[in-house]
């Protein structure tokens, strides 16, 4: 059997099912933590991702690029998304002065 060529979407994207296979809320984590540092560096600040997930080390600087205070540790939610043991854990070994939670 040939393909139909009188088509009613001639320029239309297919079936995008197979194409975009992650979850939405998945890509929303992504795009939340690309905000995150993007933001951090229009601030001119020091952002440096850790690991896979969502925690990042940010060193702030002045307009010259020198160092203010210590780096922090900022783990990047998004939604109403709940924190789990571990992170609980590394909140109170480290304090509230380095670690910070930022949701979008």
């Known amino acids: 059997m040939s393909k139909n060529l009188h088509d009613k979407r001639l320029y239309g994207f297919g079936n995008t099912n197979r194409r975009f296979t992650k979850p939405s809320r998945k890509t929303a984590g992504d795009i939340a933590r690309d905000r995150f540092a993007f933001e951090q560096s229009m601030n001119g600040n020091d952002c440096v991702k850790i690991r896979k997930g969502g925690d990042f080390v940010v060193q702030e600087r ?12 900022y783990q990047v939610k998004t939604g109403n998304t709940k924190i789990t043991e571990t992170e609980e854990k590394r909140k109170r070994q480290l304090g509230r002065d380095k670690y910070k939670i930022v949701r979008y």
């Open 62 to 73: 002045d307009f010259f690029g020198n160092e203010i205070g210590k780096p922090k540790i």
